[in-house]
């Protein structure tokens, strides 16, 4: 019989991660899978649980909670010869994964796409010993969102970002970079620099638009500033679009990117804060199948 596990994350979006199980382990149980049911209590219960799941041979496992269990639970299939599919039902306050994936962002809809028969096998990154799925941030923008409160979140939810963002562009400080990637090195002061997956970043689809989940490339953005963006907060999203093409910004994409500093610089992964500098960025292409919406495959 084939095996699922949902992975749930009680305390995730408001809450009503555990009001959902219950669907998910209906509908799991009608295509004919054998379900178990793990919730975590803690920080790294995802990776563990998932890690079990691939040594065990288990053919999908559903996450249910925010990017940050998403995160951990894509953490479980590091370096694991057998990884089982993917299914997301997205709780959080951003949802990058299921965005870049046009998963439902409506946890019924999601729920319901389960039984979808489609399935997109997406790139994952490498962080020196961790997983990502979507972004990395370095700088001290990346310290800035590592700090945004979970009230923030719940109330504000996307813009908690874009806000705690914007305190921090006025008055941001550079550090000096040295950033390797491919055969080249760039070097120089940067507050920020950015490594994204997919298209879809702290809940702006338009950051990296040339990412696709499946390319086999990191999208690179470093910014030699953040003045440009002072001025037309009130269009971030617009300004995204066109960030790459900007005197300010150098964008790049590669397979394999280091970034280190003589001072010490933070991190955020995926939306948490992840280690300071120095990073060794790896992209494992086509690493992970997850189930999509049949007509995102369709429209390909
Ligand atoms: N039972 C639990 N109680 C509290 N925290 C938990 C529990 N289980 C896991 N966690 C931790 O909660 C963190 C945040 O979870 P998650 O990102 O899924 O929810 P969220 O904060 O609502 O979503 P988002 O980050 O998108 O706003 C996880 O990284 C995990 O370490």
Not at 50 to 67: P, Q
Request: negative net charge; contains cysteine.
């Amino acid at each position: 019989m084939k095996q699922a596990m949902i992975i749930v994350n009680p305390s995730s979006g408001k809450e009503e991660a555990v009001e959902h199980v219950r669907n998910v382990e209906d509908i799991l149980r009608d295509k004919g899978y054998d379900v178990t049911i793990k919730e975590t209590a803690k920080e790294l219960d995802a990776t563990r649980f998932c890690t079990t799941a691939c040594e065990e041979g288990y053919n999908l496992v559903v996450s249910i909670g925010g990017d940050g269990t998403l995160h951990e639970t894509i953490n479980g299939l590091m370096d694991q010869d057998h990884r089982p599919k993917l299914g997301v039902v997205p709780l959080g306050t951003v949802n990058d994964f299921a965005r870049a994936l046009q998963i439902p962002l409506n946890p019924e809809q999601a729920i319901r796409t389960l039984t979808s028969s489609s399935v997109k096998t997406v790139d994952m990154g490498r962080l020196n010993d961790q997983l990502f799925a979507n972004i990395v941030a370095a700088g001290s923008l990346a310290e800035s969102l590592s700090s945004v409160s979970s009230d923030d979140k719940s109330m504000f939810g996307t813009f908690a970002y874009l806000k705690e963002g914007i305190k921090e562009l006025i008055g941001n400080a550079a550090h000096p970079l040295v950033i390797r990637y491919d055969e080249q090195t760039w070097v120089g002061e940067s507050p920020l620099f950015l490594a994204a997956l997919t298209n879809s970043v702290g809940g702006f689809e338009k950051l990296a638009p040339d990412a696709a989940v499946d390319d086999g490339l990191l999208h690179c953005l470093i910014f030699k500033n953040l003045n440009i963006l002072n001025t037309v907060t009130a269009s971030l999203s617009l300004l995204f679009g066109s960030l790459k093409d900007h005197k300010d910004v150098v964008y790049f994409t590669a397979k394999h990117v280091s970034v280190s500093s003589a001072e010490s610089v933070s991190t955020n992964v995926d939306g948490e804060a992840g280690p300071s500098l120095p990073i060794e960025l790896r992209i494992l292409p086509r690493h992970i199948e997850v189930i999509v919406p049949e007509e995102e495959v369709e429209g390909n």
